[in-house]
């Protein structure tokens, strides 16, 4: 293996069977890999060909502990690096598999004997990734004509079976095919007629180009790039999800499908969403020619752009500019200003202009007055339904369904609020500042008389923008009905801001354009069913209320049961988290850049992050991380963990006496299930962050919304 070193790639199933592993086995099977680049000869690793198992000529091992392999398969200095996983499984696998390198398919493992199954116990690969329609079937040997098949003597009937099935397929389209057959076939599958007609005048077997094959179709199949010894070197030292950016194969299909118009993408926490999504974008943008239009990838929460955009970077074969990362106000924004309006936002002068309009016209004895309503609420009524639909008249407001709000507003109420509005815009004109509901508004004016500034757009947790926001990313692209591209991707289950709307009510239409992902991938079981449990009500999702917890998809992996800790007092939580961290630094267990810490309050956040610096960590906030790996503990509010995912991930002073914050008051009981229903999605967020472990902290009596979980955990008293 001379030259530099092998040159490897890794199989998408590798990355699998990572997760399977506890967190230190599969650091110590990233450092293998790296050092079998740096030094394939290296006799720790224990290099050793399979050639005993006839037909896995390929199929290689190396040792990354006493307990701990990989398989491989080589061919000359190219390496593809399989599974990873314990000793005996690990050769169990080899056993009943081959790599092959087809002609009409991408390079993989495949099984050889009816029943295979992979580390975990799955089918070995279950579902195929190929670049065409799903219909449509590359067969094993599609490159080979009939009378050539005849040639090297395969029957008119095993011919037949062979034209409808792919070489991953062999065994399902063929149960009981002979051994020799089998074997005969997949290297076929491997060779034109002509290369199999020289070798056997040569009796020497023909060379096959992997290489080639990686480059050509290695994608489809969940193959990375070719990864070169510091770029190995970089992953190994780096956090596990620096190599999750593969595709499960069920997932593929999306991201080739073509379509015109709106489309939808959903599903579960864990599921893949963004992933798809980041696929998705990186495929419009390589189809697209040199200057023309740029893809548009948008969400409505500030401190995601960043994050995506550092994601995308790591996807194989993607390059800077062609797809543009931007939050909707940002892009609100930059339209106005482009278009020689003046926007001046000014928060200060925003809230002073609003409490002069509510001392005008929210007076004694008024509707709104007499409903015990509190400002906040107001407020977000006027920026999350009034001008969040875009709604120009008081007659509009009067018909329409609040979608996403509890608190009931009467007829009186709604032209009293309208009111309130117009109070509001007043002082707003005469202060010259706008509020971004407003630069929403008046962007989405300009950009409907301005030609397309995208090709196509992606939005990100759509279940948050407000209908005057999806309706501005829309009037940016080519017109959706007709040859534009709008995929919305996001979980009505997950939304965290107040509002909704349904899709009739954007005038779009995704019938035949939808689909569910229905894996998580994320959460262990025990994460996901302990979240399920403390928010299982019913959300508003566009034009359907679901089942947050008859929703949850079904998950891959196991894991411990989540801890609640009883921390005795907040400052108690602070340094019971500030320790426990500390224990698992210290056993190499997690990295601090692994860790999330999320809190019920921002006081708290803060309160963690100094216990947290005093323990002599260095700590970021949520809302400032960027997703470029680093050693700080990430700490924020359960609002800030939105979009993100840690290895561990703590949510604190989830207390009866704080969770939700209590009723004030005043406060109106269906205002209060209003504020009680978005913090519940607020910790259901923040709890499904949690990749291995979750640990929920609170001080006396736990939230009233843990009981229905409390069989879910470990209980442990600081």
């Known amino acids: 293996m001379a030259g530099g070193g092998p040159q490897v790639v890794l199989d998408r199933r590798f990355n699998d069977s990572l997760l399977e592993l506890e967190p230190i086995e599969a650091h110590r099977s990233l450092k293998a890999v790296a050092q079998y680049q740096d030094n394939p000869d290296h006799p720790g690793l224990n290099f050793e060909r399979l050639q005993q198992l006839a037909g896995r000529q390929r199929l290689c091992t190396i040792r990354a502990s006493r307990e701990l392999r990989i398989l491989m398969a080589v061919d000359g200095d190219v390496a593809v690096m399989l599974r990873a996983g314990h000793h005996d499984a690990i050769y169990d696998l080899a056993g009943t598999s081959r790599f092959v390198v087809p002609q009409a398919d991408a390079p993989g493992l495949v099984p050889i004997v009816d029943g295979a199954v992979d580390l975990d116990g799955k089918p070995l690969r279950p579902g195929r990734a190929v670049p065409t329609e799903p219909a449509d079937v590359v067969g094993a040997l599609d490159?080979?004509?009939?009378?050539?098949?005849?040639?090297?003597g395969l029957s008119e009937e095993a011919i037949g079976r062979l034209r409808s099935v792919a070489v991953d397929d062999l065994l399902d389209g063929w149960p009981d095919i002979p051994e020799s057959t089998?074997?005969?076939?997949?290297?076929?599958?491997?060779?034109?007629?002509?290369?199999?007609?020289?070798?056997q005048e040569t009796d020497e077997e023909t060379d096959v180009d992997l290489r080639g094959a990686i480059l050509e179709r290695g994608a489809f199949g969940g193959l990375s790039d070719f990864l070169s010894a510091d770029e190995l070197v970089a992953l190994a030292e780096a956090p596990i999800e620096d190599w999750m950016v593969f595709l499960h194969p069920s997932q593929r299909e999306l991201i080739q499908r073509e379509y015109t118009g709106v489309a939808r993408i959903r599903g579960s926490a864990g599921t893949g969403k963004t992933v798809v999504a980041l696929h998705r974008a990186a495929r419009l943008a390589r189809h697209h020619r040199d200057g023309d239009l740029p893809v548009l990838f948008t969400t409505f929460i500030n401190n995601l752009p960043p994050v995506f955009e550092n994601l995308f970077g790591r996807?194989?074969?993607?390059?800077?500019?062609r797809?543009?990362?931007?939050?909707?106000?940002?892009?609100?924004?930059?339209?106005?200003?482009?278009?020689?309006e003046r926007v001046v936002l000014d928060p200060r002068l925003v809230d002073d202009a609003f409490e002069a309009a509510c001392a005008e016209v929210v007076v004694a004895g008024s509707p709104l007055k007499e409903s015990g309503l509190s400002r906040r609420y107001l407020r977000e009524e006027i920026n999350s339904v009034i001008k969040g639909r875009g709604l120009a008249s008081v007659d509009e407001y009067l018909r329409i369904e609040r979608k996403g709000r509890?608190?009931?507003f009467s007829p009186v109420m709604r032209e009293q609020a309208w009111l309130l509005r117009e109070?509001?815009?007043?002082?707003?004109?005469?202060?010259?500042?706008m509020d971004f509901p407003d630069v929403v508004l008046r962007a989405l004016e300009v950009s409907n008389t301005e030609q397309p500034r995208f090709r196509a757009a992606i939005v990100d947790e759509s279940q948050d923008l407000t209908l005057a926001a999806l309706k501005l990313v829309a009037a940016v692209l080519p017109n959706v009905a007709g040859e534009g591209q709008l995929l919305l991707v996001g979980d009505g289950a997950q939304r965290i801001y107040p509002g909704g709307f349904g899709l009739r009510a954007a005038g779009m239409d995704v019938?035949?354009?939808s689909a569910v992902l229905r894996l998580n991938y994320r959460n262990t079981a025990a994460i996901a069913s302990t979240a399920a449990a403390c928010a299982g009500e019913s959300v508003f999702d566009f034009d359907d209320d679901l089942d947050r917890a008859a929703e949850m998809a079904p998950t891959l992996r196991d894991g411990l049961a989540p801890l609640l800790v009883d921390g005795g007092s907040e400052a108690g939580q602070c340094t019971w988290i500030a320790r426990h961290i500390r224990h698992l630094v210290d056993i190499d267990a997690v990295r601090p850049g692994d860790i999330g810490v999320s809190a019920a309050s921002n006081r708290l956040a803060k309160d963690v992050r100094r216990a947290l610096e005093q323990a002599g960590f260095a700590t970021e906030g949520l809302d400032k991380f960027e997703g470029v790996p680093n050693d700080r503990v990430k700490v924020g509010t359960f609002f800030r963990?939105?979009?993100?995912?840690f290895k561990i991930m703590f949510a604190a002073g989830v207390s009866e006496s704080s969770f939700p914050s209590p009723r004030r008051p005043g406060e109106s009981e269906e205002e209060y299930a209003d504020r009680h229903g978005l913090a519940v999605s607020q910790l259901f967020v923040a709890m499904t962050r949690a990749r291995d472990r979750l640990i929920v902290l609170h001080d006396g009596e736990p939230a009233e919304v843990l009981a229905s979980a409390s069989g879910c955990f470990e209980e442990v008293t600081a």
């Open 143 to 152: 490159h080979w004509s009939t009378p050539e098949l005849q040639a090297v």
């Open 182 to 199: 089998l074997d005969l076939v997949l290297r076929l599958s491997e060779l034109t007629p002509e290369q199999y007609a020289h070798e």
């Open 315 to 321: 996807l194989p074969g993607t390059s800077a500019g």
């Open 323 to 340: 797809v543009v990362f931007t939050n909707v106000d940002k892009l609100a924004h930059q339209v106005c200003r482009e278009a020689g």
């Open 406 to 408: 509890r608190t009931r």
């Open 423 to 433: 109070a509001l815009d007043r002082r707003l004109r005469e202060s010259e500042v």
């Open 511 to 513: 019938r035949g354009r």
């Open 641 to 645: 963990a939105k979009g993100l995912e």
